[in-house]
């Protein structure tokens, strides 16, 4: 009897030692704002920290060495047939830094891969989406023409930038109102054609090697096989027309080539004198004198702008060539709405694409290299070289924008920094409200 009695006691009691229990929980003390030392439960409970595993490139592509798939306790020797000179250009492929992870496709070419088209002038090699699939809006050309050798007259159906990697070339076109342009373009500088607007370009100066450019379209699925050339189309038109289209004799055209000539052999010009026209030349220049520009410097290297706000008939295609000094990197950013076509001018480079949905993967460079990130993929330069790293960094884009993380966090509230990363107040404070744009390692 006594049992049961104590029994129902217990039971009336259950739900007023319920109520106890829960009001002494809910006024335990709570941290007010999280700093590194604290222990806060919903973070640290279910979010490790960051790893600090080592994840430096494991070897140079000039190591005499044999490169292995091993990082620490991870991968193993490769024990079936190698390319050697590959895995030594590819370390971050071969051997991963632990922080890649999911799949993004390659956002690697280079112009010695591609097929090679051998002309009487010169030579013209290209990348597009055949070569380089995730390269969907901007493709690339590297183009040589011998001394006085001739890219014979023709135009796209997309805007045509150039930058000349060595010797000087004559560029001359006509716009749509009938106003002509004629200009020497050096190394280093550029020049611009709008979609569907005839032009030419012959290898100029007092190089005796002639020049070779770097020519960037606005798509992708450009071919330089496919453009529009003056000889390929007049031998495909019947001379009884040609004839009534010039008011001539047709036998005016009797020696007109029966099929394109594309790059063939001529005389170096020896003036950039345009003929004289009745409407006068165009209203801006279709070429730009960027190797004169004066870089902004920053503490790592120096970066320099071309776009339409300083050259202004460049409407679809921007760049900055960058230099990044010895140990220095173009610090963490990215282009919200426009994909980056990075082309190596000089040493060797490392980028991390970070994709988003933990996805990311580490691509290792040399001069000659494409990389291709698509617009807001997060990611870094890296200069792994001994030497300066030089690159340009093109974008499809009338204007140049990037997002500097560095900015970002500095401009954003305190507080809301602490409560995602756990940083001190001291290295808030050293966040830069300006854009570090190249970052130097510290001394």
Known sequence: MATSTSSKLVRKMLPVLLLFFLLAVSFQPVESSPTPATKDATSRSSVLYASDDPNARLWEPDSHMKPEPIRESLGADVIGPENFPLQLQNADLLAP?????????????????????????GWARQQNLKELPIATNIAGVDMRLKKGAIRELHWHKTAEWAYVLRGTAQISTVNADGQNYVKNVSKGSLWYFPAGQPHSIQAAGDDQNGVEFLLVFSDGNFSEDDT????????????????????????AFDHIPGQELYIFPGIAPTSDTAPEDPHGGPPEPYSYDFANMAPTRYAGGTVKIADSRNFKVAKEIAVAEVSVERNSMREL??????????????????????????????????????????????????????????????????????????????????????????????????????????VAPQP
């Open 97 to 121: 830094p632990t922080t890649d992870h999911g799949d993004i496709a390659n956002a690697k070419w280079s112009f010695d891969l591609s097929h090679n088209r051998l002309q009487p002038g």
């Open 228 to 251: 529009f050339l003056l000889t390929d189309w007049l031998a495909h038109t019947p001379k009884e027309v040609i004839a009534k289209n010039f008011h001539t004799k047709q036998s």
């Open 333 to 438: 950013h990215w282009h919200p709405t426009e994909d980056e076509w990075t082309y190596i001018l000089e040493g060797n480079a490392r980028i991390t694409l970070f994709a988003a949905s933990g996805n990311a993967r580490t691509f290792d460079y040399q001069a000659g290299d494409i990389a291709y990130i698509p617009s807001s993929f997060g990611h870094y330069i890296e200069n792994t070289g001994p030497g300066t790293l030089r690159v340009l960094e093109i974008l499809k884009t009338d204007i140049f924008r990037d997002i500097s993380l560095n900015q970002w966090l500095a401009l954003t509230p305190p507080e809301l920094v602490k409560a995602h990363l756990q940083l001190s107040d001291e290295t808030i404070a050293q966040l830069s409200k300006d854009k570090p744009v190249i």
